[in-house]
């Protein structure tokens, strides 16, 4: 099972099967046919687009104490970085 998010709750399997009879009996939640099945056509791209200017993975080699400092930041701190090197070097 995937690591699920903080606050996700799961159904017991009572409230499950519920949902499940609930879900069998709607006349507009019908299965698909084979018929159907065969017609559907598979979505080949999963995924955002790809962007035009896509940033570049690389392997940067920094001192523990500059990274602590970037880290200490908060989440997202590769993007401050970026935008600190593009400031410093005025692009």
Not at 35 to 59: C, I, M, S, T, Y
Not at 64 to 90: S, Y
């Amino acid at each position: 099972m995937p690591k699920l998010k903080p606050g996700t709750i799961l159904p017991t399997p009572t409230h499950d099967k519920a949902i499940t009879r609930a879900a069998r009996s709607d006349p507009d939640a019908k299965p698909l046919t084979e018929r159907e099945w065969k017609l559907a056509k598979p979505n080949v791209r999963v995924g955002r687009p790809p962007k035009a200017d896509a940033k570049v993975a690389v392997k940067l080699r920094l001192d523990p104490d500059l990274l602590a400092v970037l880290k200490a930041t908060g989440p997202g701190w590769q993007t401050r970085a970026n935008r600190i090197l593009r400031e410093r070097f005025a692009l």
